[in-house]
């Protein structure tokens, strides 16, 4: 197990609605207990020793990083379009390492069975070829040209469509996917999620959407996108092994994961191995 | 409008009223509380519906009901035809019900709580609370075990009831909390016999029968 990558990552620790009810929060990030209290524009995240770490509020979460020369904090451009409804949905945890919560999140084959009736359905399961590229100028992972139908890809959607997607993932535990978004078809729908690594084997997962949607009540958005997650959580809590294996020897890909293999290959030649299984067993 | 139901898509206190509703075939209004982040249960607007703050909410007309184990007894009353769903006519297997109704209170204080703990970061005595959790799993399991060997498989009787579907969530949800269901086969048995019944509605965490299904005949 080392750190020596990840610490470098600025990781969510808290959301906005905690700091504003007042609440401080007792977490761990790495395997290492963290306090974050203060306000949601004075945020304060210190180690069990006392020792204040950076913390900045971004996309209505607080972050903070442990390493000592950490990499920028990606840059979501949507977050500056103000017509946008901007909603953190809160943290889930859940027992697995946080980049099968990352991989999960990139894959678009379980739809139809594990998202029945919302983001896929039978028969509609063939996942069409797409394009998967590490964009080396930028270091990040880019998934284009996906097509998918869906029932209901979002509250917004009153009928199913054949939903376009793009993946994106400037860090290895933040990734943001671009959705074709029903009320507004030459947009993007922006979802992100925000993977706070607790353990090699736990996380908590932040999900948050940048969304144009001016008619569903707030708390419609909130539960769409938690029913979505919480779906995923028990399948993610199943998977064997828990961490996530960088040898392919370990787990045999099929056309429909090339975002995985992608994923895994810039991992692994990053050295960001926390939460991974690096060689066969 | 038959009823609203002021719901959270994760409770599995809400989560009965639906399944309850699905079963019984009665439409209804939902209105989305945004429990978790946004804790709006303990807003204004819903503590003066319901002082104690809590999910579900049932209105109708100007009836408000806030505890689940009464909405489920409105909602056989009214709805159900056949008048299986909360016998009346039966004293003991009434009161029985009314017994697991209990339980099935006490279970949302136990696996409910650790549940909210694992998955929410819900504050609790992570201990104290699985070690009620899986004592409350054990009750449940030996009961279950009794019914298989007078012949039964539900709660209360030779149909299911109300009862069934008060213990049903909380019992199916305990994964959820790392409290597996390997230990106990009448409960398996009986969750199965649960997601089998015509109507069966799911919600995350708990899937509908087919996926399960290893094999399939056609």
């Known amino acids: 197990m080392s750190t020596e990558y990840a610490r470098n990552d600025w990781y969510v620790v808290a959301d906005v609605n905690q700091l504003a009810a007042g609440q401080v929060v007792e977490t761990r990030l790495l395997g290492q207990p963290l306090r974050v209290s203060g306000s949601p524009d004075a945020p304060l995240v210190t180690t069990a020793d006392g020792t204040a770490l950076p913390a900045q509020l971004r996309y209505d979460h607080i972050w903070t990083s442990p390493g000592a020369d950490p990499r920028p904090l990606p840059d979501i451009a949507e977050a500056a379009e103000r017509d946008r409804t901007f909603v953190p949905c809160g943290g889930v945890r859940v027992r697995c390492s946080p980049l099968r919560a990352v991989e999960n999140f990139l894959d678009i084959a379980h739809f139809p069975f594990v998202h029945t009736g919302i983001l896929g359905e039978e028969p509609h399961t063939e996942v069409a070829p797409y394009k998967v590229e590490i964009r080396e100028d930028v270091d990040e992972v880019w998934a284009t040209q996906i097509g998918f139908h869906q029932p209901q890809a979002a509250k917004s959607a009153t009928e199913a469509i054949e939903t376009r997607y793009e993946y994106r993932v400037p860090a290895p535990t933040t990734a943001v996917l671009y959705k074709t978004c029903p009320p507004k078809p030459e947009a993007w729908d922006v979802i992100a999620i925000f993977v706070q690594p607790l353990a090699e084997n736990e996380c908590i997962a932040w999900p948050w959407m940048a969304l144009y949607d001016e008619v569903t009540p707030y708390a419609d958005l909130v539960q769409f996108q938690q029913e979505i997650f919480l779906q995923d959580r028990s399948i993610l809590e199943n998977q064997k092994p828990t961490l996530l294996p960088l040898d392919p020897r370990l787990e045999i890909p099929t056309r429909c994961d090339l975002t995985s293999v992608v994923y895994r290959r810039w991992l692994k030649r990053k050295g960001a191995t926390y939460g991974a299984l690096t060689t066969a067993a | ?218």
């Open chain 2, 1 to 218: 409008m038959t009823f609203k139901l002021y719901n959270y898509v994760l409770s599995g206190n809400c989560y009965k009223i639906r399944l309850m509703a699905a079963l019984l075939d009665v439409a209804y209004e939902t209105i989305a509380v945004d429990f978790y982040p946004g804790f709006e249960h303990r807003s204004p607007g819903i503590l003066a519906l319901n002082p104690a703050g809590t999910l579900p909410v049932l209105t109708s007309g100007d009836m408000v009901l806030t505890e689940t184990q009464a909405m489920l007894t409105w909602l056989a009353l009214t709805y159900d035809v056949t008048g299986t769903w909360y016998p009346v006519d039966d004293p003991e297997r009434l009161a029985t019900i009314t017994e697991w109704l209990g339980f099935a209170g006490r279970l949302s204080q136990s696996a409910g709580l650790a549940r909210l703990h694992d998955m929410l970061n819900w504050p609790a005595d992570e201990k104290a609370v699985k070690a009620a959790a899986i004592s409350d799993l054990r009750t449940l399991e030996l009961h279950l075990n009794d019914r298989v060997l007078e012949g039964g498989l539900w709660i209360a009787g030779d149909g299911p009831t109300i009862a069934d579907i008060a213990c049903f969530p909380y019992t199916a949800l305990s994964p959820d909390a790392g409290l597996e269901h390997d230990g106990y086969p009448a409960i398996r048995n009986w969750l199965y016999a649960v997601r089998a019944l015509p109507g069966f509605v799911a919600m995350p965490g708990i899937h509908y029968l087919h996926d399960l299904k290893e094999t399939s005949g056609d």
